[in-house]
């Protein structure tokens, strides 16, 4: 599963600013006594008593009260010892029957339930793999459900009716589910753990207008005289409980293929036309994967779909994967960048690590997450190149980092929730930790080891020392070494590093010395730099405060780069001066990290070192486009020398950089600084890339701002595209009471209060426009300002308290102005969005 909040820094990026995003997330979290207990708890893998064998459903939907009305057969039999009792999860159901299926007849058995479970007497004692099949009546009610979400998984009812009434204008009507971790009992009577498999069949009964996806094949579909029909999906495999899924809604339906599989794409109808530019990859994507492990992909399709208002990013469900609905994106986004595209690639490598084979326990996630995490470094490395690929990886982990991750173990048995689980180590340090074993392995060995671990474990639940078994069998080395250190230990090396020559032997030495709170062994490459050229070196760091290595050199060397490969997960200080960084720079062709951290290091010496300052300026030439713009955001708008040396390239960029993305980085840029030229920016204006439209636009209308006439008529996309372009066009929207572009600014106003902390003058516009919204009937912007005070509410009440109360503030605020425009305009929408912040702001306890 794609975790939305673990690139939460996109979002507040674009909302707060990077400086203020560092400071949020460097908060550290705070748990109250109860979570310090709850840390104590060890999680065991759930106990098996009965196993699941296959689950049959028969659901029709009623859409006014968000009810599913379901039935069930489900067939189990006990796992070793014998038993009269069977236990299911059922969260928040009506029971209206149990009975055990005995042929063609039922014998009703005795129950009692609660909110949570559903305890059902058997007819008699059954021994191990002696099948026996029950059948439940019920209503789901997952409004009802108690359980929490967290910040990775912002709600936890199981199954979600998306404007169900139609009451919410432009905005589908939707029927998803979303089962991991612990939610597909909210839908469906099961044993809802992850160590648990079986096949299914499902019926799925809804309006004639819509279509449906659920895992595995469509046998039929027939249609009822009542206005709806009925589909019949059948799933062969076994999956665990938490993959299966049911989406039904108004959606086009692009077909592709891999081999003989359908491939399908389900898109709102507006993306239909650009379906393929989004997911089109994805036959590619399953080539290389099944290639790379030498294990073709082994489902029946591979079908995505997207959603409104999904409580995360993405999910795996067994060939019928679910998307956050901004997947959906215009040929004028995707000429920057298709941002799909490592989610796609995520979703599809679980169908082999968290699918095909399974966590048997949240606290083994790492054999789910951290593969999918990783898989998106082996295709960007596939398709665009290694530097392509680092750099995916370095801001991967940059959010490990940013985070309080230091404290916590890849493989974790304590935790507060399972839901705590999906974070920053078990997907991005994890996907580090896998690179690194990787690099030390070897590739062939690795893949093999993969593939071994696959075979093994092929439909079933397994734990992180199931890997290093297969690792260590086919590599034949020991790997207890690696696994307690990284995956049931916690941090990562903090290095000091000091470099020596000596003349007369002609030897440098490197002397590494580690945090003696926290040691590791390791290998590391070292590349000693002559005359611009570099030779590497490979070392071992023993367990040990200090560690010295001496290396051959006919001079002092130009620089030496540790970490040459840039493979070991580490915080390293070597104290260079800019000079070396220079050198560093100019080596390090091939290696993205290499030359970003010089890059970084001209950065912070542009206000003082001439030096640094032109290897800055040098680095917006790099061949890199990643490279190329982290040099355009480092460099300082507000000093009139730096602007005044870089001026001339940052319009070359603006107007003829091969990548649009860095064309946009470059506008931004000039429009901060204040730098404008009228050929670059008109030429800009008519870009087919919305942001690079978007930021020439706001350019102009900044020198000039009475030409916002001949602009009147650009679509909401490059609107949407530039932050300073909607904040020009407030004062026109408010003042002509343009209710149609409210939804636009939504989530920023959303955040205003905390806008003011970081820009005064921004968070004044965008309190205006919150209050006019508020003050309106603005269904769709509502409903998104709701939606993100509750997400963001539940992320920051455990890591920032200070910043969730400001939104619980805002929230109040915004309640009692769209209760006073109800008490004047008194119309249904208006009282429905009073209702979705009241019910929003309750939750904030």
Known sequence: MKKSILYITTAFAFTFGGNAMAQI????????????????????????????????????????????????????????????????????????????????????????????????????????????????????????????????????????????????????????????????????????????????????????????????????????????????????????????????????????????????????????????????????????????????????????????????????????????????????????????????????????????????????????????????????????????????????????????????????????????????????????????????????????????????????????????????????????????????????????????????????????????????????????VENGVAKRHQVWVSKSIENSFEFDATKKPDVVIPNANQVLLADINDNKSIEEFIAQYKAGKGEFDTRRLAVEAFINAQATNPKALDALVLALDDSFDGIRSIAIQGLDPKSPKTMEKAKAKLLEIASKDPKTKTQGDAIELLNTAGIFDQNVFTTASQSKSFRVQGGAIAGILKQNPNSIEQFKNISDDVIKSSDGLVSQFLPIWIKNNQLDKAKLVGENAAFYELLKFQDPAAGQTYEEAFKWIMSNDTAEATASITATFTRYYGYFKTENPMISNLIKQTANKGLALKSEAYKKQSNKSIEKQVTALKNAIDKMK
């Open 25 to 528: 997330m460097s908060q550290p979290p705070s748990y109250n006594e109860n979570q310090k207990d709850a840390l104590k708890i060890y999680r065991a893998e759930a106990e098996r008593i009965n196993n699941l064998v296959h689950t049959k459903l028969d659901l029709k939907f009623d859409y006014a009260k968000q009810h599913a009305l379901g039935e069930a057969w489900i067939t189990l039999k006990p796992h070793f010892y014998a038993t009269n009792k069977l236990t299911l999860d059922a969260k928040a159901m009506l029971i209206h029957e149990v009975a055990l299926v005995q042929g063609t007849t039922k014998k009703k058995l005795n129950f009692s339930n609660d909110e949570n479970q559903l305890y059902i007497d058997l007819d008699k004692e059954y021994k191990k793999d002696q099948e026996y099949t029950v059948y439940i009546k019920y209503t789901a009610r997952p409004n009802e459900v108690k359980q929490q979400g967290s910040a990775a998984i912002s709600d936890a009812k199981g199954l979600y009716f998306i404007n169900p009434d139609g009451s919410e204008p432009n905005k589908p009507t939707q029927i998803w589910t979303q089962g991991e971790t612990e939610a597909s009992s909210c839908w469906f009577p099961t044993i809802d753990k992850p160590n648990q498999k079986t096949s299914q069949e499902i019926y799925l009964t809804y309006p004639e207008k819509y279509v449906s996806l659920s895992n595995g094949l469509l046998k039929s579909s027939k249609k009822n005289t009542d206005g709806t029909k009925t589909d019949y999906w059948k799933f062969d495999f076994k999956h665990a409980p938490y993959l299966f899924f049911v989406g039904i809604g108004d959606y086009a339906v692009i077909k592709d293929k891999w081999k003989n599989l359908d491939v399908d794409y389900f898109v709102e109808p507006e993306y239909k036309d650009y379906a393929k530019e989004i997911f089109g990859m994805t036959p590619d994507m399953i080539t290389h994967f099944s290639n790379l492990l030498d294990y073709p992909f082994p489902w029946d399709k591979y079908h995505q779909m997207t959603a409104r208002d999904y409580v995360s990013g993405a999910m795996e469900n067994t060939g019928a994967v679910l998307f956050y609905d901004a997947v959906q994106q215009k040929p004028g986004q995707l000429i920057d960048e298709n941002t799909a595209e490592a989610v796609i690639a995520h979703e599809l490598f679980h169908h082999w690590f968290g699918d095909l084979v399974t966590t048997e326990s949240w606290g083994n996630l790492t054999v789910n997450e951290s593969f999918a995490n990783y898989s998106e470094y082996l295709w960007f490395e596939h398709r665009y190149g290694k530097e392509f690929a680092d750099r995916h990886q370095f801001e991967a982990i940059r959010g490990y980092k940013m985070g309080d991750n230091f404290e916590k173990k890849l493989v974790r048995p304590h935790y507060n929730t399972r839901e705590d689980m999906f974070d920053a180590v078990s997907y991005n340090k994890g996907g580090a930790i896998l690179h690194m074993l990787r690099n030390f392995l070897g590739d062939e060995a690795f893949f093999k080891g993969l593939n071994h671990y696959l075979n093994a474990n092929k439909y079933k639940a397994t734990e992180a020392v199931h890997l290093r078994l297969a690792l260590e069998e086919i590599s034949g080395r020991d790997l207890n070494w690696f696994f307690n250190q990284w995956f049931n230990s916690n941090g990562h090396p903090k290095l000091t590093i000091a470099y020596d020559y000596n003349a007369s032997t002609k030897k440098v030495k490197a002397t590494v010395k580690q945090d003696p709170k926290l040691m590791f062994e390791f290998p590391i490459a070292f590349d000693v």
